[in-house]
């Protein structure tokens, strides 16, 4: 460092030193000269400064919430806590936008708006330095809100906030005082002429006697006291940032997971026929590879919950309350069911679903064991992370293969799928039965509860609807005329498909053919073999399940209970 604190300690005011030392010709006030140059270099230094503060200040946060806890980083709670408020509206057209990057959308909107508010900030502090001060404070307030009203706050959560504010005020105190100095010498109207007495002191040893010191060599010397000071923040704020980063990503209880060991099931699924999968480029597999399921949920940080510590607790309108341990979980007797998970926020023809193996812990039992109370018509499941949701009580006593399932495609369950354990119950959507990382299931009723969706709008009875998809030809590309494979897979779970029907060109519909299917639990495949020929064509698929019901033809959005309409691919077939 260059600079020398009580060289900018003399600086802090102008006003303070006698007016025959101020340089400058005109000094109104306090503060910045309004001379011409002299402004926009201190915007200059300030944005830089405003910048350097938050990038520290962040970077030590997310050192701090590393090398703690990942959930006591301010970024990701004022994340969470936008996602929270932000109405559903909103949600959803950031996720047509965004898609599956909606997330990163979402820091990278929190980060410039930061970075927007520290700039505004930094000029502050150029002027007065309690300004720039104090919006740090705001924003450190911000945070610790955030991180302290989040439903799984631990105190110790709140000194990643704390320390990174702290770290950023002494970032922008040093930032200030070099960028003052900086900014007064190159002011200086006359060569040769101290930007005041006190400040001649010489910071290095370089250099001839303070008073001869010409003002183009102040000016040099202090912008690299300026390019020091700062690179040393930048360089400090990223080095941090990064090394939190990966602190918070080394998955705590991944370890733990490869180590758990998945007992057989009591009651395992029938095995899977070869005429379950039809083999048809480009059509879904009939098992949906973890790798590639979808993910649905609120979590900004993927909950990290150890299964040494899990405990699920069954309680409300119950004979008697539950305890169990993730260890108890895996000595009950296990059963195995194939069952499709689609989200109720899949538009017609999307791709919010996924076809699993799941194995766990029928619930049926366990509520059969704690007794459920006459009235009660609601489970109301809560995650780690205070996300709820509420599923039927008359659903998961009905025989279903209501889960708590434990493992997934014959492994222990992926940590972003809800690891250790997560609910499962065939012919509901997500949103209303799936609560991953789930500790605890209240008996209780409809009209005394609401899950975490349903308070923002979405139907609390939420059956999901029978649909179909397309899967291939999927309209990219420009097809041969002749034989062509239209295929896609076509869901009613828990009521299964009994048939599928395509057409062209709103023509008379054609029966496809149906893949085999291991129960009413599952999507089903289905193909139809088209004679195309040359010109644009549009593919058009419904599905009928056991019911005798035909998915209609209504076009809905996903909201409030889950998208209607027949899918659509348009083709255009060579000549
Ligand atoms: N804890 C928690 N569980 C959750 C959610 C959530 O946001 N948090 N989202 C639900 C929704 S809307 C869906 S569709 C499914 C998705 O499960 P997946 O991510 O394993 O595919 O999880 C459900 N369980
Ligand atoms: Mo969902």
């Not at 195995?336 to 679903?353: F, M, R």
């Not at 498909?497 to 709103?506: E, F, L, P, S």
Request: proline letters at 7%; glycine letters at 12%.
């Amino acid at each position: 460092m260059t600079t020398q604190p009580e060289r900018s300690d003399n600086r802090r005011s102008d006003t303070q030193r006698p007016r025959s030392e101020q340089s400058g010709t005109e000094r109104p006030g306090s503060g910045w000269s309004r001379r011409e140059g002299r402004g926009s270099v201190g915007r200059v230094h300030g944005i830089v400064a405003g910048l350097l503060t938050a990038a520290v200040a962040l970077g030590v946060a997310q050192l701090v919430a590393g090398v703690t806890r990942p959930e006591g980083s301010p970024i990701v709670a004022v994340g969470r806590a936008v996602i929270d408020i932000t109405p559903r509206p909103v949600t959803d057209l950031a996720i047509k936008v965004f898609g599956t990057h909606d997330k990163l959308a979402l820091l990278t909107i929190i980060v410039v708006v930061l970075a927007v508010c520290a700039a505004g900030f930094g000029i502050a502090a150029m002027n007065r330095l309690e300004a720039g001060l104090t919006g740090l404070a705001v924003f450190a307030a911000i945070g610790l809100l955030a991180v302290a009203t989040r439903p799984d706050f631990t105190p110790g959560e709140v000194a990643p906030t704390l320390l990174g504010a702290a770290v950023g005020a002494y970032t922008l105190v040093r930032l200030a005082r070099v960028a003052r100095y900086q900014v007064g010498a190159q002011a200086s109207p006359q060569v040769g002429a101290p930007a005041s007495p006190e400040v001649g002191a010489p910071a290095s040893s370089e250099g001839g006697g303070p008073a001869a010191r010409p003002a183009a060599q102040v000016v040099r010397h202090d912008r690299r006291s300026f390019l020091l000071t700062g690179t040393v923040a930048a360089v400090g704020a990223a080095a941090s940032g990064v090394i939190g980063d990966l602190l918070s990503q080394r998955s705590t209880v991944s370890n733990a997971r490869t180590h758990v060991r998945i007992p057989r099931p009591a009651r395992p699924a029938p095995p899977l026929a070869v005429t379950d999968e039809l083999h048809i480029p480009g059509l879904s597999p009939f098992v949906t590879r973890n790798s590639t399921f979808y993910r649905v949920d609120t979590a900004l940080l993927v909950p990290q919950v150890a299964p040494g510590s899990w405990k699920l607790r069954v309680h409300g309108m119950v004979g008697r309350e539950l305890v169990i341990t993730f260890d108890g979980l895996l000595r009950r007797p296990l059963t195995e069911a194939d069952i499709t998970l689609c989200c109720v926020s899949n538009p017609v023809g999307g791709p919010y679903i996924g076809n699993a193996r799941w194995l766990g812990v029928p619930l049926a039992g366990l509520l059969r064991e704690a007794g459920i109370r006459a009235g009660a018509d609601q489970l109301l499941s809560t995650s780690t992370d205070g996300y709820t949701s509420g599923a039927p009580v008359a659903a998961v006593m009905d025989g279903r293969n209501a889960l708590l399932a434990v493992a997934m495609n014959g492994v222990a369950l992926p940590v972003q799928h809800g690891f250790p354990a997560r609910m499962i119950v065939p012919g509901l959507y997500g949103y209303v039965s799936a609560t991953k990382w789930v500790t605890d299931i209240k008996v209780t009723t409809f009209g005394a509860e609401q899950g975490y969706w349903v308070q923002q709008g979405w139907a609390a009875r939420a059956p999901v609807k029978t649909q179909a998809r397309i899967d291939v030809p999927n309209g990219n590309k420009t097809l041969k005329p002749g034989k062509v494979a239209v295929a896609g897979v076509a869901w009613a779970q828990h009521r299964g498909v009994a048939v599928v029907h395509v057409r062209v060109d709103g023509g008379p519909w054609h029966q496809a053919k149906l893949a085999t299917v291991p129960g009413i639990d599952t999507w089903r495949q289905w193909v139809w073999d088209w004679a195309a020929t040359p010109g644009t064509h549009r593919l058009q698929v419904r599905a009928t399940d056991e019911t005798g019901y035909t998915q209609t033809p209504a076009q809905a959005a996903p909201y409030p209970n889950g998208a209607t309409g027949w899918p659509t691919v348009k083709v255009t077939v060579s000549s």
